[in-house]
């Protein structure tokens, strides 16, 4: 029996792991506080934080870049898994992370915020992504 068949039979799939979907509502929950934070307060998103780059953008976009996201990724790992959904959700916040990484590290932010989106976050969608792409 093929891996592949065994994965199947066994219901092993890496995108039903019920980790993910908790991850996606903490990312949303992050979002949220992250824009009600910007409508708040003037200067809800500093340069010094998170560099000049990311500061192009209002920071309701890059709240919103990250509940709209992680709220199709979260709705397409509910069964029956949409990899679609996955996909595109995963691709953007994949992309998010980058950018708010790049920010951070090359345009005088603080090199935390750009090493965690670097290496934390934009690695596991890109594995999210892989996943949703490849035929179970």
Known sequence: ??????RRVLKMDYL???VLGH????IFTVG?????????QDEAFSEALYGSFALTFPAE??????????????IGLRHPVKRW???VGSLMQTIQ???LGYSSLYTGGEPIIGIFCIVLFAP?????????????
């Not at 029996?1 to 065994?6: G, Q, R």
């Open 1 to 6: 029996m093929s891996p592949k068949a065994l």
């Open 16 to 18: 039903s792991q019920p």
């Open 97 to 99: 992370f980058i950018a």
């Open 124 to 136: 596991l969608y890109s594995r999210i992504l892989g996943e949703a792409l490849i035929d179970p």
């Open 85 to 87: 959904m996955v996909a």
């Open 32 to 40: 949220a506080l992250f824009w009600v934070q910007a409508s708040l």
């Open 23 to 26: 991850i996606q509502l903490g």
């Open 61 to 74: 976009a890059w709240a919103a870049a990250m509940m709209a996201p992680a709220a199709m990724v979260w």
